[in-house]
């Protein structure tokens, strides 16, 4: 077994790469929410002055890298890797974002575990000595979402109270080889896990047990307490899926005080008709590289897990009765390393 | 810029991974071409006994995985990764195939290259400490893709000249950190090059750009002459594809007579009426697991440069008038290393 590896999913990073830009766009319902102060940039207007949803997020991504890219101080000539996806089919958001940036490309597909994803693989690559600079991204966009994965807007379809509300936005963090931090210190890779939840309209209970999984893998393989983190964040679960994370702990007599979600945070559930909370790739994706960006940067938070949760499903599979099966990747943040 | 760094897309490897597993799993028309020998297991029922074309591509893969496992004298739990994806919307074919593999699981999307990328960071993260053994592993079904991509199978379309025909298979490598080869010893990671194409149904000519600008950047950063390869194998421009890389070579003066391709290799392109030859994620996948690996074992080629070519367009970007851009991942094989 390698140096780095702590246990069967978790390794830890000698030289832990360091976070220097960060941004995150989001459109205009976000805009409204409780976590606006944190966003680089809310648009008005949803379809970002393009003609499609699909190609208003990609020029989300766009926004979203250059943004980073700027307040690093870098030019994308500077990146030797952009990993990135999102959650339309063949991933066409990210496909059409990275198209003309020159930078080598990697594209992912983890559902909306997909920062968690590329900030976990961008860290290796960097750690592994193979880049100095690396960008991970993705997206996520409410009409383009319920479009490919639900009904056309125009349907007006109702949402069961398990329902979350795909994020209109892009996140983009740009981590270095070297540099003051937040650095990413440990990366849990998640293995599938499926309960057998088969209600598309209720990924949380779907993607509980996946995120219970990865925790408590990465606390084991650690050997650290709860406690140890200042926060705990999955992204996203959403209230429902939270709960019942937070109950499976308190099942092994364990209370995770510090444990939060990027579903819950990004809305006022209660004031914006989200019911369980917000989803989507973005959804996490923002909430990192702006709230817990900038809490982490404040001494808010020290020290943080990042718990980003897919549901590996597709419209095909549920129409064929399949279940949900579930992923979650951690990502161990930390300031003043 | 680290010190496995050639050049702005190409790393060396210092430990060059081992590829000590591998397996291809085919169709029926696969069994009927020319690479017939070179396969682990056709089947005769292209839905490998499953009640839906999606849930045979997952079939495939877990065939794929447990036959290049068993090759390789692993069980699953010796694997620290997988890494995989396949052309399925949310790339289900993965999804369900890694469900219940106990494996910590890595999604890619890369469309026709993502054997390259999958076999280029698994070799990343073996040769960067992360893992001792990492699977990469990609499928593609002719039935899926042309319920997906085009049109179901009942409605008899005709296609056009330029058009290639979607493999039916499913190819596994299993990379330990050590073993006596063949090695991966270089990878170039790919942009994103768009030419302007838009003929969904002449993909060689979208992808051709891609790889052309991969291999030249290859050889330039490793500064090896093409003639240093005893193969340049692309995958999958099809005939017009291939033709045009060796035409764009040709003009800057560099003749590659060692150039072929995995969709050109796989079926008999006259006989079998598949117009242009070969595609889909399966069909690099299954060549290079099967020809390539068979070749290099029997000394038939010491170094090989394998250039998965992907097409990262959607229906929808189709639609809606888009282009067609293009990826190529180029890996470096050697035996004898």
């Given at each position: 077994m390698s140096g780095k590896r702590m246990g069967r999913q978790t390794v830890m990073l000698e030289h832990p790469p360091s976070i220097v830009g960060h941004a995150c766009v989001v459109g205009h319902k976000e805009g409204e929410g409780p976590l606006a102060a944190?966003?680089?940039?809310?648009?008005?207007?949803?379809?970002?002055?393009?003609?499609?949803?699909?190609?208003?997020?990609?020029?989300?991504?766009?926004?979203?890298?250059?943004?980073a890219l700027s307040k690093a101080g870098l030019s994308p000539t500077a990146l030797d890797y952009v990993l990135a996806g999102d959650l339309l089919n063949q991933?066409?958001?990210?496909?059409?974002?990275?198209?003309?940036?020159?930078?080598?490309?990697?594209?992912?597909?983890?559902?909306?575990?997909?920062?968690?994803?590329?900030?976990?693989?961008a860290a290796m690559l960097l750690d592994g000595g193979f880049a100095n600079h690396a960008a991970a991204m993705t997206s996520s966009h409410f009409c383009s979402a319920e479009r490919q994965y639900r009904a056309p807007l125009e349907y007006g379809g109702q949402r069961p109270p398990?329902?979350?509300?795909?994020?209109?936005?892009?996140?983009?963090?740009?981590?270095?080889?070297?540099?003051?931090?937040?650095?990413?210190?440990?990366?849990t890779t998640g293995k599938i896990v499926d309960k057998g939840i088969k209600d598309a309209a209720n990924m949380g209970a779907a993607m509980?047990?996946?995120?219970?999984?990865?925790?408590?893998?990465?606390?084991?393989?650690?050997?650290?307490?709860p406690s140890e983190y200042d926060l705990i964040v999955t992204g996203d679960l959403g209230q429902l899926g939270r709960d019942i994370v937070a109950d499976w702990f308190r099942r092994d007599g364990v209370e995770l005080n510090n444990l939060s979600d990027c579903g819950t945070l990004i809305f006022d559930l209660e004031g914006q008709d989200v019911h369980c909370g917000g989803s989507g790739c973005g959804c996490?994706?923002?909430?990192?590289?702006?709230?817990?960006?900038?809490?982490?940067?404040?001494?808010?938070?020290?020290?943080?897990?990042?718990?980003?949760?897919?549901?590996?499903?597709?419209?095909?599979?549920?129409?064929?009765?399949?279940?949900?099966?579930?992923?979650?990747?951690?990502?161990?943040?930390?300031v003043g390393r």
């Open positions: 944190t966003f680089d940039f809310i648009s008005q207007d949803d379809s970002f002055g393009e003609r499609s949803w699909e190609k208003a997020e990609s020029a989300m991504q766009r926004l979203a890298l250059s943004t991933c066409i958001g990210t496909g059409f974002a990275v198209r003309g940036q020159d930078v080598p490309f990697l594209g992912l597909y983890g559902a909306c575990s997909t920062m968690a994803e590329s900030l976990s693989l398990t329902a979350q509300w795909t994020v209109t936005g892009s996140g983009c963090i740009i981590l270095a080889d070297t540099g003051p931090g937040p650095c990413v210190t440990h990366v509980a047990p996946a995120a219970y999984h990865t925790i408590k893998t990465h606390l084991e393989e650690t050997g650290r307490k996490s994706a923002v909430v990192l590289a702006g709230l817990l960006m900038r809490g982490m940067r404040e001494g808010r938070w020290k020290r943080l897990l990042f718990c980003g949760t897919g549901a590996l499903l597709s419209p095909t599979s549920t129409q064929q009765g399949e279940s949900i099966p579930s992923i979650c990747h951690a990502v161990a943040l930390e």
